[in-house]
Each structure stands twice: as structure tokens, then as C-alpha cells.
């Protein structure tokens, strides 16, 4: 049966057996591991992780794939799940799944992973298989064009402990960028944390205004108030988002707070 990807979904089917053994050590894969995979494909991963882990929990919107994936459904250590990661209540999962790994779909990656923080906090690491682009933006340094809100909460979080440039040719369709693997391990989550999320993901909103304006125009914090966090904190007023390291934002929070 042929399948053919589709571009809205974001996918490139992971083709290439070769990049596995890669994809288990980055992840430390242990037989007793309870995975969670966002968007199998062809289930060149799945059946994998199978193979290595105690359970698997698949993760697949597009329905017209079942066929391609009916052989998972034997084995007793999958569950395939049809449904909108998104949308899904994948915290309610049983058993609670232990790492996240995963060739992402690119349309989704980042708000899977942003989501995934502190939505499944019985997650302790990550390996994911996005754009190089996106791999780079996920630990990157302040005061760089990459840096953004996903690496000051990714970087809040967790700690990399892993990367691995791929290859196009392990996916089909070839993709028209590069990807690399990111594996990642959670730390514990700065105290008021749905707060600090808030703060930054509104510091970044209009990433080429001043702090203050951005928050404000967000709809967070007047700009006076900002300000007077930021001073209060020993920082600029007149700093722009992109500036402020990360542990800044807990500080900065609380300041507002």
C-alpha cells in the first residue's frame, strides 16, 4: 500500500533504519522505559521502541496510516492512539509515560515540546527529532537570533544532554531543510512556574520592542510597572527580552508579582 505524506501534517516518514541505534542511545533507552512517540508514520520508530522498552504509547492524527500501523496493535506493549497530540489529555496516559521519543512533526514540534514541561511531569527526558532550526533555537545563547521564549523555557527545565545532526536522507519526502536530534533531561520546575511561562512568553511577543513594551502590549504589566520589576531586579528598563538570561525571567516573575 503506498502512503504519501502530507505537507499540511508536517510529516517526512523516518525511513532509515540506521538512524535507530542513535535515536536509543541519545534517548538511554532502558527495557523497563515507558515511551511516549508523537506521530509514528510508518512506524519505523514505534516497532523499534517496542523492541527495546517496556510499553509505547503512539501518538497518530492521521487515520489513513492505520493500515500501516495495524501490526503495532499485536503487540501487547503498544498502544496506538488516534487523535490530536494537542488535544489529547496525554497526562491522563496509563502506564505514565517516562520519555518522550520522537521524529515530531514539524508543523507541531515546538508547542509539543513546550507543552510537554510541565503538561507531563512524569516525563524525565526527551529525544526528538526536529529541524535543525528549531534543534538550534532549543538551547540557544542570550542576546543571539535564536534565542527565544522555547529556549528560556526549555532551558528553565531541563538540561541538553544530547544533539546529533541527520541526514535528509533518512526521511521520505526528502525535506528541503536540515533536522538533528535533541535529547534533553527535565530538572525541577522554578516555583511559580505557569506564572514565569506567562511573563515570558509575553516578553517575546514583540520581540523588537523594549521588555516593558512588549509586556505591555501584551496585555501583562504596564509599562511603568515592567520597568520598575526590571530596576528592581537590577536589570535595564530598557532591555529587550532577547538580552535577559534565562533564570532573569524567574526573577523578573516574581518582581511583577
Not at 196 to 208: L, P, T
Not at 231 to 253: K, M, N, S, W
Request: proline fraction near 8%; include cysteine; charge should be neutral.
Amino acid at each position: 500500500m503506498s502512503v504519501h505524506a502530507k505537507k499540511q501534517l508536517g510529516q517526512h516518514f523516518l525511513v532509515d533504519d540506521n538512524i535507530l541505534g542513535v535515536i536509543g542511545r541519545l534517548a538511554a533507552l532502558d527495557p523497563g522505559d515507558i515511551v511516549l512517540e508523537i506521530g509514528p508514520g510508518l512506524g519505523v520508530l514505534t516497532r523499534y521502541l517496542a523492541d527495546h522498552v517496556s510499553h509505547v504509547h503512539a501518538i497518530e492524527l492521521d487515520r489513513s496510516l492505520a493500515p500501516r500501523l495495524a501490526d503495532l496493535d499485536a503487540r501487547p506493549n503498544v498502544h496506538l492512539h488516534f487523535g490530536d497530540a494537542l488535544a489529547l489529555d496525554l497526562a491522563a496516559l496509563e502506564p505514565a509515560p517516562r520519555k518522550l521519543v520522537a521524529n515530531l512533526p514539524y508543523n507541531v514540534a515546538t508547542p509539543i515540546v513546550v507543552e510537554s514541561l510541565d503538561g507531563l511531569p512524569t516525563v524525565e527526558r526527551w529525544c526528538v527529532m526536529v529541524q535543525r532550526e528549531v534543534a538550534d533555537r532549543f538551547f540557544a545563547s542570550p542576546s543571539t537570533k535564536a534565542y527565544g521564549a522555547v529556549s528560556v523555557l526549555l532551558q528553565l527545565v531541563t538540561e541538553r544532554v544530547g544533539f546529533h545532526p541527520v541526514s535528509r536522507n533518512v526521511f521520505r519526502p526528502r525535506p528541503n531543510v536540515d533536522s538533528a536530534l535533541v535529547a534533553f533531561a527535565r530538572r525541577e520546575l522554578p516555583p511559580d512556574y505557569p506564572r514565569v511561562k506567562q511573563v515570558v512568553e509575553a516578553a517575546f511577543a514583540h520581540r523588537r520592542k523594549t521588555l516593558p513594551n512588549s509586556l505591555e502590549l501584551a496585555g501583562l504589566a504596564d509599562r511603568d510597572r515592567a520597568g520598575a520589576a526590571l530596576e528592581t531586579i537590577g536589570r535595564d528598563p530598557g532591555i529587550r527580552a532577547e538580552a535577559l538570561p534565562p533564570q532573569a525571567f524567574v526573577a523578573l516573575a516574581h518582581a511583577l508579582t
